[in-house]
Nanobody
Framework: QVQLVESGGGSVQAGGSLRLSCAAS????????MGWFRRAPGNEREGVAG???????NYANSVKGRFTVSKDNAGITLYLQMNNLKPEDTAIYYC??????????????????????WGQGAQVTVSS
């Protein structure tokens, strides 16, 4: 079992920045592939950024160059630094964890169905 708790969401104007954090507890050692996903109103959940057990990262094309995913050395806290935010980034952002057994390519980090544990979500609202 893995428990995930997001924090750091909020409201910001376009061009601003926010940093999301995700505190992980429980069986983090065997679920050390982590990712950020988001769901905007009327849309399906989509992958934003992910990091595997070796520290390799993957980003959605829409956020490349603006968002940075990282985790602390203990692998217990996951971060998402979001810069130059746009109104289309408005969504509920979810942190998720997966076992490396299910993440066989870097692109797998963007597939929601491969992640078995999810946080409750954090709202990010970007106004124009």
């Amino acid at each position: 079992q893995v428990q995930l708790v997001e924090s750091g969401g909020g409201s910001v104007q376009a061009g601003g920045s926010l940093r999301l954090s995700c505190a992980a507890s429980g069986d983090t050692h065997s679920h050390n592939c982590m990712g950020w996903f988001r769901r905007a109103p009327g849309n399906e959940r989509e992958g934003v950024a992910g990091i595997d057990s070796d520290g390799n990262t993957n980003y959605a094309n829409s956020v490349k160059g603006r968002f940075t995913v990282s985790k602390d050395n203990a692998g217990i806290t996951l971060y998402l630094q979001m810069n130059n935010l746009k109104p289309e980034d408005t969504a509920i952002y979810y942190c998720a964890a997966a076992t490396p057994l299910r993440i066989t390519t870097i692109q797998d980090l963007g597939v929601p169905g491969l992640f078995g544990y999810w946080g409750q979500g954090a709202q990010v609202t970007v106004s124009s």
